[in-house]
């Protein structure tokens, strides 16, 4: 059975910095695409960035492009959203996802799932 485990969410203030950190169990790691998401109350789940196996390519929402960068170690089986600047608007339940499609954007087209993790900026 596949696990996900996350951690690294919390309580900031603005401006603050914070990383996300999230390991899989998937032997096949190398071939997934990851991705990172985040909910708030009421809304559907939102697409953050995701990062290609191989080469590692990225993409990014424009609400994070610039403050978040997203990275994989394979070898750890890990990937990781470092967080800088943080605003009130960033404060949501991030999940990361485990996908085959290349960069995938949409929540429907991962595979995996993570438990998710509050992350709280207070201003």
């Known amino acids: 059975q596949v696990q996900v485990v996350q951690s690294g969410g919390g309580l900031v203030q603005v401006g603050d910095s914070l990383r996300l950190n999230c390991t899989v169990s998937?032997?096949?790691?190398?071939?997934?695409?990851m991705g990172w998401f985040r909910q708030t109350p009421g809304k559907e789940r939102e697409f953050v960035a995701a990062?290609?196996?191989?080469?590692?390519?990225?993409v990014y929402a424009d609400a994070v492009k610039g403050r978040f960068t997203i990275s994989r170690d394979s070898a750890k089986r890990t990937v990781y959203l470092q967080m800088n600047g943080l605003r009130p608007e960033d404060t949501a339940v991030y999940y990361c996802?485990?996908?085959?499609?290349?960069?995938?954007?949409?929540?429907?087209?991962?595979?995996?799932w993570g438990q998710g993790t509050q992350v709280t900026v207070s201003s």
């Open positions: 990062i290609s196996r191989g080469r590692g390519a990225t």
């Open positions: 996802a485990a996908a085959l499609r290349y960069l995938a954007i949409a929540p429907g087209e991962y595979d995996v």
């Open positions: 998937l032997d096949n790691f190398f071939d997934y695409n």
